[in-house]
């Protein structure tokens, strides 16, 4: 008996068929992502035999339907290289991937939760010249249903570091001036912590620009990026936590503004711009900073003397 219950417990390991736990509620919910497929996945594609064809470059849109569904990918590239291959938001919510080699049944790689949220991604996977490997898309219960896109990547050169990575390299921040960045080789340094300036807490990739504000200057930033982003400003890079004194982190739409009015407060501050997840969340920043205006009250008593 315990040797079958072991066997039957292989057998829906292998399918998907598991009853999973409870995860933890996510910090911050996620969004279905906003960038469209080039192809829909035909079904029956629940083996290897019916396997669908994924290249780099590929995004297909696909559902888990009915519960129990698998979505099997077969991955085309005759010369071999390294790829990523990721889930991203539909409504499945959570998504599992294995990769298994040509007999169908060896497993080479498996990740749950290493995307956005509880979406599914492989990281680095080395595929040879004329090798066949097979992507397997299965929800995380076995009651689960749900739409999801399905990404193949190819690895880019390494990016250097940004000279701004950190406070250290911090560029001038470009006043009345939209300007684009790109953390791609950036690394997260800074976090404003969970329930701090922001709201959230972000583990994502930091560029930093430093201003001086003098009293009653206020500052006015706005970033757009494709994944969810956070700006926050701090006085002292090595306790962001404590001297953060403005964040905006309000929506997972990609679109954030900070405003902040230095008062009695004049200074150098370093602007950070991060991301709230440490996965998936690379790209270009198109930040607009306002000209500086001043908020000081002029009285009507100090109005008369001006014209005395």
């Known amino acids: 008996m315990k040797k079958f219950v ?11 068929v598991v009853y999973a736990s409870e995860k933890p509620a996510l910090e911050k919910p996620v969004l279905p992502v906003d960038f469209l497929a080039d192809m829909d996945e035909v079904e029956p594609n629940d083996d290897c035999g019916s396997a669908n ?19 099997w990918f077969e991955v085309s590239s005759p010369a071999g290289g390294t790829y990523t291959f990721e889930t991203h938001p539909g409504d499945a919510g959570d998504t599992k991937m294995y990769i298994f080699a040509a007999d169908c049944t060896t497993q080479l790689a498996f990740n749950d939760d290493g995307g956005t949220g509880f979406y599914s991604k ?30 193949m990547t190819e690895a880019a050169p ?5 000279v701004n990575n950190t406070c250290d390299g911090a560029l001038p921040l470009p006043i009345c001036q939209t300007f684009t960045a790109d953390n791609c080789g950036a690394t997260n340094d800074y976090n404003p912590g969970s329930g701090g300036c922001t709201g959230y807490s972000a583990n994502g990739l ?13 500052l006015t930033v706005t970033g757009v990026t494709t994944f969810d982003n956070a700006i926050y400003l701090v006085t002292d890079c090595g306790d962001p936590v404590g001297s953060c004194v403005a964040g905006a982190d309000a929506t997972v739409s990609g679109t954030e503004t900070l405003v902040f009015d230095a008062g009695a407060n004049p200074g150098t501050y370093y602007l950070i711009l991060d991301g709230y997840s440490s996965s998936g969340y690379e790209g270009i ?4 900073v306002d000209c500086v205006v001043s908020t000081e009250i002029t009285t009507f008593d100090s109005l008369k003397s001006m014209y005395r």
């Open 53 to 71: 064809i994924i290249a780099a470059g590929d995004t297909y849109s696909a559902a888990i339907d009915p519960a129990g569904d698998q979505d």
């Open 122 to 151: 492989i990281e680095d996977f080395v595929v040879g010249a004329g090798e066949i490997v097979y992507v397997q898309i299965i929800h995380y219960s076995s009651s689960g249903t749900g739409t999801y896109l399905l990404t």
């Open 206 to 218: 930091d560029l930093v620009y430093m201003v001086d504000l003098v009293a009653n200057q206020q």
């Open 158 to 162: 390494p990016c250097e570091t940004p």
């Open 6 to 16: 072991v066997a039957l417990m292989a057998v829906m390991l292998m399918t998907g």
């Open 285 to 288: 920043w198109y930040v607009t």
